[in-house]
């Protein structure tokens, strides 16, 4: 099975930046994804992560170590609208489980 | 605009009463998902279908639980007799097996048994 774990909450400003954690033991392994969740919405995919490094989409990035079962999910620029929910899941053969996600908070 | 269709959107029912969700994937799509969200649980896998068979059921309790695919544009979850601790929002996802495959979500069937 996979056990996922990342903070449960954060709070930063607009225009800051902020990274989110994300650490997994897991039996298989076959890629990481964010996805972001607005209050009483469906999860929407962010991001996705199969090797090792970096994988940069507009002001999102996301990074993934398979040898420290690590990634994370780095936000800049942050705007008002980034307030949501971000949830990191694994993927083995084909399951994808999902942590239990970071609430961001962003104050003006 | 291809999109995960589920129906109801939202459903208030008795104790004890069945309850029946229906999800139409994105065309082409042949895995589907159905999650279950709880603030305490957060999202937990139920079933997984591949190419409408279902591989994989055991999140879902199965005294009460059932999960179909009749054909793949329709998948269905039915939940027989409810029970108040089955409150929940109900999600279903599709995606298409591979490697970068991301699973899309429909907008989720928020369920509430008095």
């Known amino acids: 099975g996979q056990n996922i774990d990342q903070p449960t909450e954060m709070t930063a400003t607009e225009g800051a930046i902020v990274q989110i954690n994300c650490t997994y033991q897991?039996?298989?392994?076959?890629?990481l994804f964010w996805y972001q969740q607005h209050a009483g919405e469906a999860p929407t995919f962010l991001s996705y992560?199969?090797?090792?490094g970096l994988e940069e989409k507009g002001r999102f990035s996301s990074f993934l170590s398979r040898s420290k079962g690590y990634s994370y999910l780095l936000l800049k620029e942050l705007q008002m609208k980034d307030s949501a929910s971000y949830l990191c899941?694994?993927?083995?053969?084909?399951?994808?489980?999902f942590g239990a996600g970071t609430t961001v908070t962003v104050r003006a | 605009d291809a999109r995960v269709t589920q129906t109801p959107r939202h459903k208030v029912t008795e104790m004890g009463q069945e309850v029946t969700m229906r999800c139409q994937p994105i065309l082409g799509h042949n895995t589907v998902f159905w999650y279950r969200q709880t603030m305490m649980q957060g999202l937990e896998l139920l079933a997984y279908?591949?190419?409408?068979?279902?591989?994989?059921d055991s999140g879902m309790p199965k005294d009460r639980f059932s999960a179909e695919m009749p054909d793949a544009t329709l998948a269905t979850l039915k939940i027989q007799p409810s029970e108040p601790r089955d409150s929940a929002v109900y999600f279903c996802?599709?995606?298409?097996?591979?490697?970068?495959?991301?699973?899309?979500f429909g907008q989720g069937t928020r369920l509430t048994v008095v």
């Open positions: 279908f591949r190419n409408r068979a279902p591989l994989d």
């Open positions: 899941a694994v993927r083995d053969d084909y399951k994808l489980s």
């Open positions: 897991t039996s298989g392994f076959n890629g």
């Open positions: 996802a599709s995606g298409v097996q591979g490697a970068q495959a991301e699973a899309f």
């Open positions: 992560n199969v090797l090792d």
